[in-house]
């Protein structure tokens, strides 16, 4: 789907993005975008998708008393979790004498609409500096919950354990390729109405890539690619790519700061 500017007064009038995430997360990067005047190509490569069976997750949740911390990696780790908090008629008080950390701030903003103020949020929006402040905390001993995607980096709960931690990780959601038909938008790459591509996660860019050629991308030249942080860049790097924009904060916001700044330097 595309989605226009609603005006034209915009700095970034006419630049073409492609947003690549989950069509139940792309309406922010969408909307900070086309209100800078973007036309916005929505290209989600990755869907959402709850569990088979929800039944580890429901257990955990009975038993989190058992935990000293609950580690959440993701805004959908607390929406897949709290669904079936939901399901069980329980809420916050659940989370009783448990310290809580998100790995940034949408994920802490998460938690606070459902009634949680986290403990701990890093400086720095990856695993690697939840790990290095928690280790600050002391968690030497610790009983630690990490509730994530099915699959997922395995920094977190490697890093907690060698520091003495006893982490259980939970999926609560997993990620699966979206059926998105890419004509659209490698017809858009060749007539040159692409600008900017973006992705937000690594599975965003294997996704991508396994459904348009790197070599479509190549051969169109003049595509930016902007990425959410160094994670995202790693994969991207594999397939033969180097981001020409990325996020000085990991979050959909900076992103967004980062791309439209950009374009105004190359105007």
């Known amino acids: ?38 036309r916005c190509f929505e290209f989600p ?58 790995i940034g701030p949408a994920t802490a903003e998460a938690l606070v609409g459902r009634g949680i103020r986290p403990d701990y949020v890093p400086e720095r929006f990856v695993a690697e500096a939840v790990v290095a402040g928690m280790v ?9 919950l990490i509730p994530r995607a099915r699959e997922a980096r395995e920094v977190l709960p490697e890093k907690l354990t060698e520091a003495g931690a006893t982490v259980t990780v939970l ?42 050629a790197p070599e479509a991308l190549r051969a169109a030249g003049s595509v930016k690619i902007a990425c959410i942080g160094p994670v995202t860049a790693e994969t991207l790097a594999r397939f033969g790519f180097s981001p020409d924009v990325t996020a000085p904060e990991f979050t959909i916001p900076a992103l967004a700061r980062a791309i439209i700044a950009d374009a105004e330097a190359r105007a």
């Open 1 to 38: 789907m595309t989605v226009w500017p609603g005006s034209r007064s915009g700095r970034f009038w006419a630049r073409g993005v492609v947003v690549t995430r989950s069509r139940e997360q792309a309406s922010e990067l969408v909307r900070l975008l086309a209100e800078e005047g973007a």
């Open 45 to 102: 490569t990755i869907a959402i998708a709850p569990l088979d069976d929800p039944d580890p997750v429901r257990v955990a949740i009975a038993r989190l008393y058992e935990y000293d911390w609950v580690v959440f990696t993701s805004a959908n780790g607390v929406r897949s979790f709290f669904a079936e908090v939901d399901t069980m008629e329980l809420d916050a008080r659940a989370f009783a004498g448990i310290k809580v950390a998100a």
């Open 136 to 144: 600050d905390l002391g968690v030497a001993g610790a009983r630690i």
């Open 171 to 212: 999926p609560v959601y997993e990620t699966k390729p979206a059926d998105q038909d890419p004509e659209e938008i490698i017809a858009a790459i060749k007539a040159g109405q692409v600008h900017y591509l973006t992705f937000t996660s690594s599975s965003t860019v294997k996704n991508f890539f396994a459904k348009i």
